[in-house]
């Protein structure tokens, strides 16, 4: 039973466009929901995170919205840069527990 | 250290060997989590630990996964007799509370012939 989904699966962005991936829960529990970065080789890297309070959170190129009655939650990266190609990873975690509940990943593909 | 460090990089073990894989938290973090990465993609919750508690276990494997975190020692991820299935890159993160941000580490890439 798969608690976080997302999609799509790839992505293919031209530079400068605007790329946007969503994630889908079920627990209603769920109370923190992050995305990480990770690049070939590396550990994921914590990019924005947001909780169900508020709608939307932006830091920079990176915004996430957050639909608490559709259980959904996406990631838009503004003006998308080559360097932004890495796979990218929705995850949720429970008031009650450490756990962070990973989606199956988005690689994004920034073309020059 | 100002990163989680995880060693080795790279193990290879046969079938039926044992495993062990090393973790340093970041200094002044008191929270140390282990997961697993396979098919490249899919992450699963190990385990994690207050200290030198465990906090959380519910999906570490209990037959032959066994984690610890002692004082003044990095904390360690085990396997017994490893099966092909465990392949797999392993991280450890670490986090100041057990409610904030999560930071990993490189990952320990697991490799069962």
């Known amino acids: 039973q798969q608690q976080v989904k997302q999609s799509p699966q790839s992505l293919i962005v031209q530079k400068g466009g605007i790329s946007i991936i969503n994630c889908a829960y079920e627990?209603?529990?769920?109370?923190?929901f992050p995305w990480y970065q990770q690049f070939p080789g590396k550990g994921p890297a914590l990019l924005i995170a947001?909780?169900?309070?508020?709608s939307e959170k932006k830091e920079g190129r990176f915004t996430i919205s957050f639909n608490k009655s559709a259980k959904q939650f996406s990631l838009h990266i503004m003006d998308s840069q080559p360097g932004d190609s890495a796979t990218y990873f929705c995850?949720?975690?429970?008031?009650?527990?450490?756990?962070?509940?990973f989606g199956k990943g988005t690689t994004l593909s920034v073309s020059s | 250290g100002e990163e989680v460090a995880q060693t080795p990089k790279h193990l290879v073990r046969g079938e039926g060997q044992k495993a062990k894989l090393y973790c340093a938290p970041i200094?002044?973090?008191?929270?140390v989590f282990w997961y697993q990465q396979v098919l490249k993609n899919e992450f699963k919750f190990l385990i994690s630990?207050?200290?030198?508690?465990?906090?959380?276990e519910t999906g570490m494997p209990k037959e032959r996964f066994s984690a610890k975190c002692l004082p003044n020692s990095p904390c360690s991820l085990e396997i017994q007799a490893t099966k092909l299935e465990d392949s797999a890159v392993y991280f450890c993160?670490?986090?100041?509370?057990?409610?904030?941000?999560?930071?990993f580490g490189p990952g320990t890439r697991l490799l069962v012939l």
């Open positions: 993160a670490s986090s100041p509370g057990w409610r904030e941000t999560q930071y």
């Open positions: 627990n209603t529990a769920f109370d923190y």
């Open positions: 947001i909780r169900p309070d508020v």
């Open positions: 995850a949720a975690r429970g008031q009650a527990g450490t756990a962070l509940i």
């Open positions: 200094k002044g973090h008191s929270y």
């Open positions: 630990f207050q200290n030198e508690n465990v906090f959380d």
